[in-house]
T-cell receptor, first 113, second 112 residues
Framework: DAEITQSPRHKITETGRQVTLACHQT?????MFWYRQDLGHGLRLIHY???????NKGEVSDGYSVSRSNTEDLPLTLESAASSQTSVYFC????????????FGEGSWLTVV | SQQGEEDPQALSIQEGENATMNCSYK?????LQWYRQNSGRGLVHLIL?????REKHSGRLRVTLDTSKKSSSLLITASRAADTASYFC????????????FGQGTTLQVKP
């Protein structure tokens, strides 16, 4: 079955370190997204991509970057981790064939100390 | 922010009762979707209603959409303890870029 996987599922890192969260989907979807989920804010879009070599900023993109070198992967990098980036991160994918229904990964819990 | 709003934020009911959650949004939409999230898990798609539809059913789920009021509701009938989860509405703007905007969610607890 097609799926979307995130790694690591849980990570603790120190302030100032660079962190990369991996996302891999086997749906062959063109669209991929990164959201963060925080109490009181729901899900907020960080970055998104509509295809290889395409990346776009979402509403909370400061301090984050993504790259899309192939269809399957959209890694999310925190350039210099801050305590405010402690959150749960969800990767997701979709395309027109799925009616733009979004399929989510299981989440990556990141704690910045 | 274009983020939608949901109410109530939390809902606690007994098994067998109906649960109704409401969602309001701010922009013109192409469609509106509802997602479910079990504790510690990712979101799972439940149902999609298009902007030209007023009501849609899927099993024990009933979704309504009122585009004049920019609002939608999700009704879960004959609730079960296994329905305990958070429920989110999400929508595309009229440009249908594939990017979804999520509401803040309703946390539903169904007591056995």
């Amino acid at each position: 079955d097609a799926e979307i996987t995130q790694s690591p599922r849980h990570k603790i890192t120190e302030t100032g370190r660079q962190v990369t969260l991996a996302c891999h989907q086997t749906w062959n979807h063109n669209n991929m997204f990164w959201y963060r989920q925080d109490l009181g804010h729901g899900l907020r879009l960080i970055h998104y991509s509509y295809g290889v070599q395409d990346t776009n900023k979402g509403e909370v993109s400061d301090g984050y970057s993504v790259s899309r070198s192939n269809t399957e992967d959209l890694p999310l990098t925190l350039e210099s981790a801050a305590s405010s980036q402690t959150s749960v991160y969800f990767c997701a994918s979709s395309d027109r064939a799925s009616g733009n229904t979004i399929y989510f990964g299981e989440g990556s819990w990141l704690t910045v100390v | 922010s274009q983020q939608g709003e949901e109410d109530p934020q939390a809902l606690s009911i007994q098994e067998g009762e109906n649960a109704t959650m409401n969602c309001s949004y701010k922009t013109s939409i192409n469609n509106l979707q509802w997602y479910r999230q079990n504790s510690g898990r990712g979101l799972v798609h439940l149902i999609l209603i298009r902007s030209n539809e007023r009501e849609k059913h899927s099993g024990r789920l009933r979704v309504t959409l009122d585009t004049s009021k920019k609002s939608s509701s999700l009704l879960i009938t004959a609730s079960r303890a296994a329905d305990t989860a958070s429920y989110f509405c999400a929508y595309h703007g009229s440009s249908n870029t594939g990017k979804l905007i999520f509401g803040q969610g309703t946390t539903l607890q169904v007591k056995p």
